[in-house]
C-alpha cells in the first residue's frame, strides 16, 4: 500500500513564524500536492509538483511556498504565519498517468495564534 | 479550470437503507477521469470508486456503484445496505486525461442513522 506521512497531525505556532510542514511518500509516485481544507470549500490547492525541483502554483499560493529537492520528499512553507492560515493541509501524491487516484497523507491540523 | 459541484453539503441515511450523492462538473474534455473519496472523521481520505469517462458501464465497488451520464455531466454514488462505517465527507474529483491537477468538489457530509 501507498504511504503518505505527513510530520505532524497537530501543529499550534504563532503569527509571524516561518512554518514547516513535511510530507513522504514511499511509492516512488511522480506528483505529489498540498492542499488546504476548510468547511463548506472543499480542497483547495496551493501547490504541486510533478516532479523533482519542479512546481507549479495551484488555486492559492499566496503566502506559500514549496521545496522539492527529493522524489518523496514535499514541503509546505508559510514564510511568514498568519491566523487566516489556520486550517488542516493535507499532502497527496499520485502517478503521472491518468487514471491512477492520489493517495492521502493524515493531515495536519495546524493553528496560528 | 474545471469545475465540480457536489450541491448536498448534508446527507442522511438510515441503516441498511440506500443513499444516493450527487455530482456534477464542467469540462469540455471528452477523456476524463471521476473519482469519489471518502473522509472519515479525523480519519485519512482514501479512495472509494473510480470511473473512466470512455467507458460507458458504471462502476462498483461493493455497495458503492456510480451513475455516470456524460451528457449531463453528472457522476452520482449511491452507497446501498449503509453502515455507520459509511458516515464521513465524500468528495467528488475530476482528473482529465492530459493533466495532473485533480479538481474535488466541496464534498458531501454523510450521516447514517441507527
Known amino acids: 500500500d501507498v504511504k503518505v506521512t505527513q510530520s505532524s497531525r497537530y501543529l499550534v505556532k504563532r503569527t509571524g513564524e516561518k512554518v514547516f510542514l513535511e510530507c513522504v511518500q514511499d511509492?516512488?509516485?511522480?506528483?505529489m500536492f498540498w492542499y488546504r481544507q476548510d468547511p463548506g470549500l472543499g480542497l483547495r490547492l496551493i501547490y504541486f509538483?510533478?516532479?523533482?525541483?519542479?512546481?507549479e502554483k495551484g488555486d492559492i499560493p499566496e503566502g506559500y511556498s514549496v521545496s522539492r529537492e527529493k522524489k518523496e520528499r514535499f514541503s509546505l512553507i508559510l514564510e511568514s504565519a498568519s491566523t487566516n492560515q489556520t486550517s488542516m493541509y493535507l499532502c497527496?501524491?499520485?502517478?503521472?498517468?491518468?487514471?491512477?487516484?492520489?493517495?492521502f497523507g493524515d493531515g495536519t491540523r495546524l493553528s496560528i495564534l | 479550470a474545471q469545475t465540480v459541484t457536489q450541491s448536498q453539503p448534508e446527507m442522511s441515511v438510515q441503516e441498511a437503507e440506500t443513499v444516493t450523492l450527487s455530482c456534477t462538473y464542467d469540462?469540455?474534455?471528452?477523456?476524463?477521469?471521476l473519482f469519489w473519496y471518502k473522509q472519515p472523521p479525523s480519519r485519512q481520505m482514501i479512495l472509494v470508486i473510480r470511473?473512466?469517462?470512455?467507458?460507458?458501464q458504471n462502476a462498483t465497488e461493493n455497495r458503492f456503484s456510480v451513475n455516470f451520464q456524460k451528457a449531463a455531466k453528472s457522476f452520482s454514488l449511491k452507497i446501498s445496505d449503509s453502515q455507520l462505517g459509511d458516515a464521513a465527507m465524500y468528495f467528488c474529483?475530476?482528473?482529465?486525461?492530459?493533466?495532473?491537477?485533480?479538481?474535488f468538489g466541496t464534498g458531501t457530509s454523510l450521516t447514517v442513522i441507527p
Open positions: 470511473q473512466e469517462a470512455y467507458k460507458q
Open positions: 469540462t469540455s474534455e471528452s477523456d476524463y477521469y
Open positions: 474529483a475530476y482528473r482529465s486525461w492530459t493533466g495532473n491537477q485533480f479538481y
Open positions: 509538483s510533478y516532479d523533482v525541483k519542479m512546481k
Open positions: 497527496a501524491s499520485s502517478r503521472q498517468v491518468a487514471y491512477q487516484p492520489q493517495h
Open positions: 511509492m516512488d509516485h511522480e506528483n
